[in-house]
């Protein structure tokens, strides 16, 4: 399995970013695609996850509003579209994948190499 996110960049606060996540490898419709990020001197942190078949998202609290992850099930795809960004999320963000799925780092088997975002204020 290989995930290859892609996305990040500097932007300024209140701008948007959307990262991708291709993966391959399998079929993953049994699996969860979970977004987390890791800032500066911080442990790595749940954003968002959904389930590749027809899941309901889940959020961590301080994005929603302002987060959407999503799927391209023909693309093998994920997205994680942010919105109204702020220096708070500056991190490196990263694509995983799971069957357990869930909010935290051990419930998920794959993960990719990390796309840095930075915001500045």
């Known amino acids: 399995v290989q995930l290859q996110a892609s996305g990040g960049g500097l932007v300024q606060a209140g701008d948007s970013l959307t990262l991708s996540c291709a993966a391959s490898g399998r079929t993953f419709s049994s699996y969860t695609m979970g977004w987390f990020r890791q800032a500066p001197g911080k442990e790595r942190e749940f954003v968002a996850a959904i389930r590749w078949n027809h899941g309901v998202p889940v959020y961590r609290d301080s994005v929603k509003g302002r987060f959407t992850i999503s799927l391209d099930n023909a693309r093998n795809t994920a997205y994680l579209h942010m919105s109204s960004l702020n220096a708070e999320d500056t991190a490196v963000y990263y694509c995983?994948?799971?069957?357990?799925?869930?909010?935290?780092?051990?419930?998920?088997?794959?993960w990719g190499q990390g796309t840095e975002v930075t915001v500045s204020s």
């Open positions: 995983a994948i799971g069957l357990a799925g869930g909010t935290t780092t051990n419930a998920y088997n794959y």
